[in-house]
């Protein structure tokens, strides 16, 4: 690793200072930043690393004003295991208690969980070999490569640096991203707060909307309606450490209103509205549940390498969804 200062600030005003200074990075659980640091994937290294661990507070949980309150710094092993999350939520903690490897969910945040960077290969090549698209540089590499881990819906396009439009297909994995949009969570920063669905963006080395200096400082889920049902599923290759390959999440009212996240196809989280509306009001019936399969992935555009996720998200919503009949 190539040195560079840092810093313990004690307030979330001196962090977001500290923050709006160019070439610094927030760190977290540091997972991310500091395996990005040490592949020294970037254009640019940073100059200022601002520990957010060092800020009181941020890692509460609790139930307020008819919500469950989440802070950004709560470890993924603490919220598999936390009992109001348990209870409320079950389905987030059975995803935080899937992510990584037993260690690294002891010191990974669910803020920095949403906040990752890609995992696509070309972006993390050691020593930036693939100065790529969504580092600042003119192409996305997975458009004409190996893209069979990518986005199954298209690229998403973004201005660049220099103000040309350019297109990326790395996908979101973000593995809490899909139960929490499920849920109908928001997400709280320094600055405002917005639905989860809209925290995420595609942009030069950054996945979510957050501005310089802005931070997520919790995030809050309204506390489910009595009867309410949920699921959670992900597929990997490998089931230790592995980032899923697919994963969604459904939630179910006694109303029959349905939310259906999906993770791991598409450059951000997506929920697929098709099989929303198709279920909505409606009884389950195995029949519907496969048809709500076919609706999830109507639109997707998939190369050759990565059509198989199509089948993936129509089986597991299918199954997940015949799970949830009375």
């Known amino acids: 690793m190539r040195p560079f200062n840092h810093l313990n600030p004690a307030t979330?005003?001196?962090?977001?200072?500290?923050?709006?200074?160019?070439?610094?990075?927030?760190?977290?659980g540091g997972g991310d930043l500091l395996g990005a640091l040490k592949d020294d994937i970037a254009r640019e290294y940073p100059k200022l690393v601002v520990n957010l661990k060092s800020i009181p507070g941020l890692d509460r949980t609790e139930v307020r004003d008819g919500a469950l309150c989440i802070g950004a710094l709560c470890?993924?092993?603490?919220?598999?295991?936390?009992?109001l999350v348990l209870q409320y939520a079950p389905m987030l903690a059975e995803a935080a208690g899937k992510c990584a490897s037993p260690a690294l969910r002891e010191n990974s945040s669910i803020g920095g969980n949403l906040c990752q960077l890609p995992r696509c290969w070309y972006f993390r090549k050691l020593n930036n070999r693939f100065d790529c698209a969504r580092k600042g540089g003119e192409r996305c590499f997975a458009?004409?490569?190996?893209?069979?881990?990518?986005?199954?819906?298209?690229?998403?396009?973004?201005?660049?640096?220099?103000?040309?439009?350019?297109?990326?297909?790395?996908?979101?994995?973000a593995e809490l991203a899909p139960p929490l949009m499920a849920l109908g969570a928001e997400i709280v920063t320094t600055l405002r707060t917005l639905p989860v669905g809209e925290f995420f963006g595609v942009r030069v080395m950054s996945t979510t909307v957050l501005e310089p200096g802005e931070l997520l400082t919790e995030i809050r889920i309204p506390l489910p309606e009595a009867g309410t049902k949920m699921r959670y599923k992900r597929f990997s290759f490998r089931k230790s450490i592995d980032f899923p390959v697919v994963n969604l999440a459904i939630v179910k009212t006694p109303e029959n209103e349905y939310r259906v996240a999906l993770g791991g196809v598409a450059p951000m989280p997506i929920r697929a509205e098709a099989a929303e509306e198709l279920l909505r009001g409606k009884e389950l019936t195995p029949e519907l549940a496969e048809a709500a399969g076919r609706a999830a992935v109507r639109d997707a555009k998939p190369t050759e390498a990565n059509a198989y996720k199509l089948q993936l998200v129509k089986t597991l919503l299918k199954?997940?969804?015949?799970?949830?009949?009375?």
């Open 75 to 83: 470890l993924l092993g603490d919220l598999s295991r936390n009992e």
């Open 319 to 326: 199954r997940e969804l015949i799970s949830m009949m009375d």
């Open 12 to 28: 979330l005003e001196e962090a977001a200072e500290a923050l709006r200074q160019p070439g610094s990075v927030a760190m977290a």
């Open 143 to 173: 458009l004409s490569g190996d893209n069979r881990y990518h986005s199954v819906f298209g690229p998403a396009v973004f201005e660049n640096c220099d103000g040309k439009k350019r297109a990326c297909i790395a996908v979101n994995q």
